[in-house]
């Protein structure tokens, strides 16, 4: 039998980004909240042996042990989904401060044009233009309505940056300047006003200078030492949930925060939750929390997962397209890339960070004519300095063995002579891709495993390979002596590392029928459930989507104090 | 070399008091001042005390087996030299201490699979759902190293360590190419664990046994694990000698 705790205000499941500006924003209106977070305590004290690329980027120390819990996968409904036994593809964070904590920093907003995907695409092209089973929707709010979100989340994070002429409409610029430019992105830069795009520094929360934010924490600037993704920043110079909002949250004294408690399911009455039901993984004890409202802030799958096994929602039926738990499953088109071989100049590619970067947004969104084209939406096209550590990059030309007396030759000769411009293209969802409850995987209490269906369709192919050919066009003109780009983007493959942006499932919208959750991220179908996070993303954007889950993020605290004094469904 | 180092150190002790004035470490507000103001303390103790310095280089207690028999010891330490072998750029993979590296993680997490996902049941599944086999690494290394001496037997009568190096390279082609027949395991996945584990140890940080002196690092002007590079950051390519996690540590 559980051990049943007293009933706070708010439960929030997962201690991540979207659980920490929760925390902060509610706690400092006097309600009572408690964190549950299935990972270990973290501080910025304890990145001080951080600088290991065999520790934390290949054997993923900061990262959940899939031993205990993983997802199942599969391209289509005819393949028998498997387990992804070791990591590839994304990468899935545990601990206090979540994915928070080992994120690269870059800092985008989606385009007006996302928000209104579907209308704009139709308005522009006709509905022709849409495949049929490309399940794009509106999201239910606007990029103007989200702007002051945007706003605060970036003024909390102390974004540095700079006017970038094709995104949408700023109410202020950016809290700090843009970082420093290395010989490498002012390559790009000159090259991309040559063939007259509109480069611009990446945002990045990678302070580019010491920063006091609204909230009265102090930070220091980013010393550029190249361990930011899959590394926690020991500089607090990059902006984390641990290091922002948490203590913010925590200084309120209304903020508990239990770490190794793992939510197995949300506890509900009638069309409410009453609260959730975790364990504690040090003594292995079920204990119920007892909530008036609970807030769902984990990872896309175990938000999903969660909703699913406790029954809560209409799950997502694929045959017919009704339902919404597990719809419109979306990731990124990330392969269309150009490498540059450059004989004469080597660059200090050993530092950077993990936002440093020069972007152009030419071929992004709608801001070209697709008219022509075979594909919607588009991608940024970046060069990124992110430091280059010596065990995974040994690019070598093509022809060069993998291994022996060439391979080793050749990956020291280039090893400070590659720059690479790669396109992060947009995601769109279809009626068969989705999560739902994988029959036969268990995790380590026996619960089901997510199961993924998703494979590339022909929208991602056209879509990699226009990117793909832009990353060329501005290799050449960045002088590299010897180009390699993607021919062709192939399977989906859960094996390589991509990006962990994988997006939707519980996603917003203003129809019920259509959506899971309005636009304050609160469940059509249980108005004291709010789930916040990149699942309520209708489709993913060309760009990283943390910048966009923090502005849903003070969207949805909003929206939860709103509730607290009104009740109801709110939009 | 010696005074060139001398003056790294002069530059970088001048970088950090640089750095400490810029960064704003005494913060208002809530405290979040990092890691650092417990790190540079340390560093300075050890680049500025001679002492430390000079001292004996104490004898490497960590250069014994916790996994492989010494035969298998043997043929790693030829097999990953092949892969990475001793050119002008500098030592191969043996005199990195590659195998060694290899040895110390089969007999740790890595090698049990342990923070991966090991449940029954196993199904044979397409390439991109990645790998489903019930073998745990240094189960594939037992079992590819002993086929790897099989394949050396049948095809030259001989032990792997015994062939010359073009032989040697010619057996590990097989492998990489799938041209042994095998019912136990993949001789390319084999093979690709071999070439990755080989990588790993000759850049991860020396902590680790590999990249010994940090020799691989500096064959690529790999700085190795420096606290910050706004110094050189938006300048052209700059050598900088590098350092390893214990540098942080002090002694």
Known sequence: MAKTLPKVDVVIVGVGWAGGIIAAELTKQGLNCVGLERGKERKTEDYFMMHDELRYALRYDMMQSLSKETITFRGNERIRALPMRQYGSFLIGEGLGGSGVHWNGQNYRFLPYDFEIRSKTIERYGEKKIPQDMTIQDWGITYDELEPYFDKFEKMAGISGEENPLAGKRSSPYPTPPMKTTPALEKFRKAANKLKLHPYNRPSANLSEPYTNPDGVSRAACQYCAYCERFGCEYGAKADPVVTVIPVAKKTGKFEIRTHSNVRRVLKSGNKATGVMYVDTTTGEEIEQPADIVVLTSYVFNNVRLLLQSGIGRPYDPVTGSGVIGKNYAYQVQKGNATGFFEKEEFNTYAGAGALGMVVDDFNGDNFDHSNLNFIHGGSIAISQTGLRPISNNKVPKGTPTWGKEFKANSIKYANRVLSVGGQGASMPFKHHYLDLDPTYKDEFGDPLIRITYDFEEQDRQLAKFLSDRCVDIMKEMGADKIESMEELGPYDITTYQSTHNTGGIIMGADPSTSAVNNYMQMWDADNIFVVGATAFAHNSGYNPTGTVGAFAYRAAEGILTYRQKGGILA | ?251
Do not use: C
Request: proline fraction near 4%.
């Open chain 2, 1 to 251: 070399m010696a005074d060139n180092s001398k003056q790294q150190e002069k530059k970088e002790s001048l970088s950090r008091r640089k750095f400490l004035k810029s960064s704003g470490i005494a913060v208002g507000g809530l405290a979040v001042g990092g890691a650092l103001g417990s790190l540079l303390p340390f560093k300075e103790k050890t680049t500025n005390n001679p002492v430390v310095k000079n001292q004996q280089v104490a004898e490497n207690y960590n250069l014994a087996l916790m996994y492989f028999t010494r035969e298998q010891f043997k043929m790693v330490e030829a097999a990953t030299e092949r892969i990475f072998p001793a050119d002008d750029n500098g030592p191969g993979a043996k005199d990195l201490g590659v195998a060694y590296f290899i040895d110390h993680q089969l007999s740790g997490d890595w090698g049990f699979n342990s923070r991966e996902y090991m449940q029954p049941p196993f199904f044979k599944g397409e390439k991109v759902q990645g790998y489903q086999g019930r073998l745990r690494r240094r189960e594939i290394f037992d079992i590819g190293l002993r086929e790897l001496q099989n394949h050396s037997l049948t095809k030259y009568k001989k032990n792997f360590v015994e062939l010359s190096e073009e032989e040697q390279d010619d057996i590990l082609t097989d492998f990489a190419e799938d041209k042994v027949n095998l019912t136990t395991l993949s001789p390319s996945g084999f093979f690709n664990m071999l070439r990755s584990s080989t990588l790993e140890g000759v850049y991860s940080d020396p902590l680790y046994s590999g990249n010994r002196n940090m020799d691989g690092w500096k064959m690529r002007n790999y700085p190795g694990s420096q606290m910050a590079y706004t110094e050189v950051i938006d300048k052209e390519f700059t050598v900088i000698p590098p350092k390893s996690l214990k540098d942080h540590l002090g002694h």
